[in-house]
């Protein structure tokens, strides 16, 4: 049974950081490209950052270049994405993405909730 759980959301300061990690089970962790989506009330779902299954190519999306970092431990099956200078639209539900770029098999966590506000 494939699980992705998502943890470390919640409510921060604008300027702070919070730092997400997803612990995967079920996969080979190591085949699958990892990336972190986010959806916004009344929003489309945005892909945030992307991590290839080595970690050895990131991309991000322009609205958190610069601010937020995705890494990933094939050792230990977790993809993290740390998130720094937040911003109120920051806010969204996390979520944690694994895919399979040969095979298709595409698997998605519960979300994490991420608040920023003063």
Same mark, same amino acid.
């Given at each position: 049974?494939?699980?992705?759980?998502?943890?470390?959301?919640?409510?921060?300061?604008?300027?702070?950081? +919070?730092? +997400?990690?997803?612990?995967?089970?079920?996969?080979?962790?190591?085949?699958?490209?990892?990336?972190?989506?986010?959806?916004?009330?009344?929003?489309?779902?945005? +892909?945030?950052?992307?991590?290839?299954?080595?970690?050895?190519?990131?991309?991000?999306?322009?609205?958190?270049?610069?601010?937020?970092?995705?890494?990933?431990?094939?050792?230990?099956?977790?993809?993290?994405?740390?998130?720094?200078?937040?911003?109120?639209?920051?806010?969204?539900?996390?979520?944690?993405?694994?895919?399979?770029?040969? +095979?298709?098999?595409?698997?998605?966590?519960?979300?994490?909730?991420?608040?920023?506000?003063?």
């Amino acid at each position: 049974q494939v699980q992705l759980v998502e943890s470390g959301g919640g409510l921060v300061q604008p300027g702070g950081s +919070l730092r +997400l990690s997803c612990a995967a089970s079920g996969i080979t962790f190591s085949s699958y490209v990892m990336r972190w989506y986010r959806q916004a009330p009344g929003k489309e779902r945005e +892909l945030v950052a992307t991590i290839t299954s080595t970690g050895g190519s990131t991309t991000y999306a322009d609205s958190v270049k610069g601010r937020f970092t995705i890494s990933r431990d094939n050792a230990k099956n977790t993809v993290d994405l740390q998130m720094n200078s937040l911003k109120p639209e920051d806010t969204a539900v996390y979520y944690c993405n694994a895919l399979h770029l040969v +095979l298709r098999y595409n698997y998605w966590g519960q979300g994490t909730q991420v608040t920023v506000s003063s």
